[in-house]
Structure formats: C-alpha cells, structure tokens
C-alpha cells in the first residue's frame, strides 16, 4: 500500500520561506515522477511542481515559478519544496502524489496524472499578511 506522509507545514508571515517534505513508502520511490500540489476550499487540487524519477528534471507552475524549488532524495524516499517569499495566496493544503506520466513542459502535473491511491494527507501552509 502506498502511503506518502506529508509534513513540514506552518503559520508563516509573508516573505519569509518553508520547506515541505514528503516521505514515501509501498512504492518503488525512483521509479515515479512526482508532484506537489495545493488546494484551497471548493477548489480542485492545483499541481504547482512535478519532478521525474531521477531528479534531474523540474517544472513550475506560472504562480510558483521562481520562488519555488522542488528536489528528491531517492535514497531517503523523500520529496522536498522549499518555498521562498511566500505570499498570502500560497496559503492552502499542499499534498505530494505519484504521477504516472512526466514531460519537462509541465504537461503531466495534473490531478488526472495521479497514481491512483497516491495521495498524501497533506500539510498547511497558512502566510499571513
């Protein structure tokens, strides 16, 4: 069973910087592109980063882009994005999640590109202003 553990959320103020993790486990972790998405009520989850398997390729989403870095620790089976100068609409609930698919031009960082069942429970980020 998959199971992917988000953590490193938090009550921050504008302009400051967080760094999510995103530990996983019943999956061939180097195998799988992954992603980081986030949502905010009533809406569907946004894909903001996605990275393939080995880690030597990243995609941004236009409202992340430049202030968002997204890397992976194959060996440790853990996702990382560190966010710099965050802002009041960065706040939502990140999740991480396995994609079946991975093109450099973003394509793929979607929700219908989720494995199925490989969500993570999510972490807050909350940036006040």
């Known amino acids: 069973q998959v199971r992917l553990v988000e953590s490193g959320g938090d009550l921050v103020q504008a302009g400051e910087s967080l760094t999510l993790s995103c530990t996983a486990s019943?999956?061939?972790?180097?195998?799988?592109?992954m992603g980081w998405f986030r949502q905010t009520p009533g809406k569907e989850p946004e894909g903001i980063s996605c990275?393939?398997?080995?880690?030597?390729?990243?995609n941004y989403s236009d409202s992340v882009q430049d202030r968002v870095t997204i890397t992976r620790h194959n060996a440790n089976h853990t996702l990382y994005l560190l966010m710099n100068r965050l802002k009041p609409k960065d706040t939502a609930m990140y999740y991480c999640?396995?994609?079946?698919?991975?093109?450099?031009?973003?394509?793929?960082?979607?929700?219908?590109?989720?494995?199925?069942?490989?969500w993570g429970r999510g972490t807050q980020v909350t940036v006040s202003s």
């Open positions: 999640a396995a994609l079946k698919q991975y093109m450099r031009n973003g394509r793929y960082c979607t929700v219908r590109s989720v494995r199925d069942g490989s």
């Open positions: 990275i393939n398997a080995g880690g030597a390729s990243a």
């Open positions: 019943g999956l061939s972790f180097g195998s799988w592109a």
